[in-house]
């Protein structure tokens, strides 16, 4: 006599989904699309993958809730690793201004600063409060587009107050939204006004990364490393120092100089190099070789017009691990990840399979996370289903948003 197999209970199938694109695979261009896939889930996690046939023999679903997925593609939620979500007010005038051709500094005769200390002179010294509504209703927006995961930097305060101001809203952001909000202390974003680059150089190592460390506010510590901002020198003497305190280093590198920060991407082994416009090609290489990941934002290029986009083609070819993210911040005012994707594959040719897996598994990368970004047994259940019958809507459909259910954790958060 046969023993009956003892089936596990799910909480919630996702049944009959047309597509499911599980990022599984090797290389950049392989997703592990699978055809008429149903998909277990367990608690917040993925607790099996596969045909009906294989659900229901593996699986317990009598009283499990269902998804129909019928004709729809289901895929990971995004994770956006580069973001500056949190500041008040915009740039509007200046964008506006550029856009026209009209000169910048024409606003400044009117008395509208512009650039990051624009954003700066709005955000320092806003309520905590303000800022929280302000920076929730773009979050909200990217849980829309399909985003689950969000980094977001600092960088918009430059004294000790407002720095731990923006990381504590952050975190209350992860709180409080379904999202989580994984923190990065960017004190190097630039220097206030009435100090020298050298006395901040101080106040960032002996004053603001000890009180974020020890308040562990932040699990990154990025620097802008270009000319006019940080050195690579400088840029070091900052992330060592973060390190000391738990957080891992990132890099703003290469954005429109190329003055040795991808160098020290590489020489540090760190999470990420993000930007890399003017990266040389050995120095690829070499980032490919440290398994340094890339965080590409072709949006930031598109709203700056940015005279030398990257060459993110070479970057693939070359073996480098690639994320997109986002760069939500004045000066890219998007919360798409889709728009990102449709840039990516039309500007800098990107396959649709490259691009889906640079804005999942490639973000999950560049954020050190090994729990999310696809669709696999025991990963999270951070799921988006699509109202398009193959996930290659997603590079075609332009300025629309095809997600129609967002999963989070194993709990619908977004249904339209």
Request: net charge negative.
């Given at each position: 006599?046969?023993?009956?197999?003892?089936?596990?209970?799910?909480?919630?199938?996702?049944?009959?989904?047309?597509?499911?694109?599980?990022?599984?695979?090797e290389g950049m261009g392989d997703i592990g699309v699978m055809t008429n896939a149903w998909i277990a889930i367990k608690g917040d996690k993925i607790a099996g993958v596969g045909s009906e046939a294989e659900v229901k023999s593996n699986f317990d679903i009598e009283k499990s809730d269902v998804i129909n997925a019928t004709g729809k593609v289901v895929a990971p939620g995004f994770v956006d690793s580069h973001t500056h979500l949190v500041f008040y007010g915009t740039r509007v005038e200046e964008y506006a201004a550029k856009l026209s051709g009209n000169d910048p500094e024409n606003l400044k005769k009117l008395g509208i600063t512009t650039g990051p200390n624009r954003t700066v002179e709005l955000t320092r010294n806003k309520p905590e409060y303000e800022l929280f509504e302000q920076s929730k209703k773009r979050l909200m927006s990217m849980l829309e587009y399909g985003i689950t995961t969000v980094e977001s930097k600092s960088g918009y305060g430059l004294t000790t107050e407002s720095e731990i101001k923006i990381l504590e809203v952050s975190r209350r952001l992860g709180n409080e939204t379904p999202l989580d909000v994984l923190n990065t202390f960017l004190g190097a974003h630039g220097w206030p006004e009435n100090m020298t680059k050298s006395e901040y150089l101080d106040v960032i190592i002996n004053n603001m990364i000890p009180q974020i460390g020890e308040r562990g506010l932040a699990e990154f510590c990025d620097v802008w490393c270009d000319e006019g901002y940080f050195t690579a020198e400088e840029s070091e003497m900052i992330l060592k120092a973060g390190l000391e305190y738990g957080m891992k280093p990132k890099i703003h590198a290469d954005a429109y100089s190329y003055i040795g920060g991808s160098d020290l991407a590489a020489e540090?082994?760190?999470?990420?190099?993000?930007?890399?416009?003017?990266?040389?090609?050995e120095v690829i290489e070499r980032l490919a070789e440290a398994k340094v990941t890339g965080v590409l934002m072709p949006a930031l290029d598109f709203a700056v017009h940015h005279k030398r986009p990257f060459d993110a083609r070479k970057m693939l070819d070359l073996g480098m691990k690639i994320a997109l993210a986002t760069d939500l911040c004045p000066a890219c005012y998007t919360s798409s990840m889709q728009f990102v994707i449709n840039l990516a594959c039309r500007l800098y040719k990107f396959s649709v399979e490259e691009a889906l897996k640079a804005a999942t598994i490639g973000g999950a990368k560049a954020l050190d996370l090994d729990d999310r970004g696809v669709i696999k047994e025991g990963k999270?259940?951070?799921?988006?289903?699509?109202?398009?019958?193959?996930?290659?809507?997603?590079?075609?459909?332009?300025?629309?948003n095809i997600v129609q259910t967002v999963m989070k954790k194993g709990k619908v958060v977004i249904s339209r």
């Open positions: 006599m046969s023993e009956t197999k003892v089936k596990t209970k799910v909480d919630l199938v996702i049944s009959n989904a047309a597509e499911a694109v599980t990022c599984i695979g540090m082994k760190m999470v990420s190099v993000d930007h890399l416009n003017y990266t040389p090609v999270l259940a951070d799921l988006q289903i699509w109202d398009v019958p193959t996930y290659k809507h997603v590079s075609y459909e332009l300025g629309t």
